[in-house]
DNA sequence: TTTTATTTGGAACATTCGTTCCAATATGTA
DNA sequence: TACATATTGGAACGAATGTTCCAAATAAAA
């Protein structure tokens, strides 16, 4: 009986990623998501609530997906330091592939909101804690292999490349040098050697 | 004959980098500003022009005494390595003791607004190049001396370097352990021994 | 004390903000 | 085709935004 919804939630998801991406949460406006999904106020509150509702469940899209090109690095090879390198390899790519200079919305809205939305902070933190996991258990193998150093703990070299990773955001974004990029990369896993 | 100026114009820049820090640039708005810094709005336009001129003013004044006080970490000892643990034992206790989790003005603003705002990026980049090269030139000492490794180049490691550092930045905030961050510090400094 | 230049407080401005509301529209079923 | 139901577009809301303006207050100089 009822008329079926005209839109597609997860391309809407995505577009408003783009925007609280490219200007942040409180410099995108309920117009400007009007704009840019192409559907009306009544829409969107009927559908996400508020303009934060319609912010969380972007922003755990956004979360979702990146989770999911993670894992997907990590089964291209049999060797686990060769995936910790895909990995890096893979965000270097995306930071080159920004033009617009956006940035990553995890990265962006965690440091914008971080004092005064804790939605935002625990997101974060869980999505942090879950690449830590994923490059941890990566090392662990590597390790027992004999292929990564024993030197330090897979718990502690994975926040070292999960730091490395966040830095890598922050400066691709101000100084989208490939050839930087990459060095940093090369620098920061050859704790890996040895 | 003129009435003199009746406040500090410094202390209100403070007071308006903690604002832009803990709220965001748009997230920060006038009335939040004349609330804090105590003067009207009339005594703010006439003084910084506009909002965006009192962001930048701050912004600029920000980078200043930052990169004060990482040269100050430069002179404390005799070694070149020691002084760059200097830096990081400086920036993480910087981090830990920011309770309020509002982070640093220069990279929170840096991501909110490095799409729409080519001034922000502008000092983004001068700030990260005027560390680099500070680390650069400690690195060059250190290795001349001998108690830094000759693997990599001065500027690579440089670049790696502050990378970890802006890593610090988001991890820290995120996940203020102190034990954590010192780790990452740790592994991240280790690149520089033998 | 009087003069003079400047700052100051607060009212007022037009815009934009997020949100609400309702009539009109459109769809799947009977 | 006609009914029932949910979606849709757009007007409208009050509150908050950045900014302007001017009269009143103030401090240094005469």
Redesign the pocket.
């Known amino acids: 009986?009822?008329?079926?919804?005209?839109?597609d939630e997860t391309e809407v998801l995505l577009k408003a990623k783009e925007l609280f991406c490219e200007k942040g949460?409180?410099?995108?406006?309920?117009?400007?998501?009007?704009q840019a999904t192409?559907?009306?106020?009544?829409?969107?509150?009927?559908?996400f609530?508020?303009?934060?509702?319609?912010f969380m469940k972007s922003l755990n899209y956004y979360r979702c997906s990146q989770q999911g090109d993670l894992e997907k690095q990590c089964t291209r090879s049999d060797s686990p330091k060769k995936n910790i390198r895909a990995i890096f390899d893979y965000y270097i790519k995306d930071i080159l592939a920004d033009r617009g200079r956006k940035g990553c919305l995890l990265i962006n809205v965690s440091l914008e909101l971080s004092a005064v939305d804790k939605d935002v902070t625990a997101i974060f933190q869980s999505n942090m804690e879950d690449i830590e996991q994923v490059l941890s258990a990566l090392i662990k193998e590597g390790q027992s292999k004999g292929e990564i150093s024993k030197k330090f703990s897979p718990k502690a070299l994975s926040r070292h490349l999960f730091n490395s990773l966040a830095g890598l955001r922050v400066t691709g974004m101000n100084r989208p040098d490939a050839d930087a990029l990459r060095e940093i990369a090369r620098i920061a896993l050859s704790i890996l050697d040895e």
Chains 1, 2 share one sequence.
Do not use: A, E, W
């Open positions: 009986m009822p008329k079926t919804k005209q839109f949460y409180n410099g995108t406006s309920m117009d400007d998501l009007v192409g559907l009306s106020r009544s829409s969107i509150y009927d559908t609530g508020d303009k934060h509702g319609l």
